[in-house]
């Protein structure tokens, strides 16, 4: 069974730091994008991060850039995202995801991606 599992969310003060974690079981990420979403109540999902299957590529949207940072491991099959710098605004539930289709540049298409994780709540308040 393919699966992309999340941990390391929970609640986090305002300028605080979490790390999550996006293991895959049943395949090897090495041949994926891995994207990181977000999702908050009433709204979209967007796009936070994506790293290359080389992870020698990464892109991040406006909104994160200089605080979070994407990694992988691709011998613990697990790529890592890292946030700094937490506010309101980052409460959400964050999804990791998989894609074939190669290159970050395509954007956050949800389209793209073939796998999601089941989501890790993130929140950020005092």
């Known amino acids: 069974q393919l699966r992309l599992v999340e941990s390391g969310g929970g609640l986090v003060q305002p300028g605080g730091s979490l790390r999550l974690s996006c293991a895959a079981s049943?395949?090897?990420?090495?041949?994926?994008?891995i994207g990181w979403f977000r999702q908050a109540p009433g709204k979209e999902r967007e796009g936070v991060s994506c790293?290359?299957?080389?992870?020698?590529?990464?892109t991040y949207p406006d909104s994160v850039k200089g605080r979070f940072t994407i990694s992988r491991d691709n011998a613990k099959n697990t790529v890592y995202l890292q946030m700094n710098s937490l506010n309101a605004e980052d409460t959400a539930v964050y999804y990791c995801?998989?894609?074939?289709?190669?290159?970050?540049?395509?954007?956050?298409?949800?389209?793209?991606?073939?796998?999601w994780g089941q989501g890790t709540q993130v929140t950020v308040s005092s």
């Open positions: 790293i290359s299957s080389s992870g020698g590529s990464t």
């Open positions: 995801a998989a894609k074939r289709i190669a290159g970050c540049s395509l954007g956050y298409a949800v389209s793209l991606y073939n796998y």
């Open positions: 049943g395949f090897t990420l090495d041949y994926y994008d």
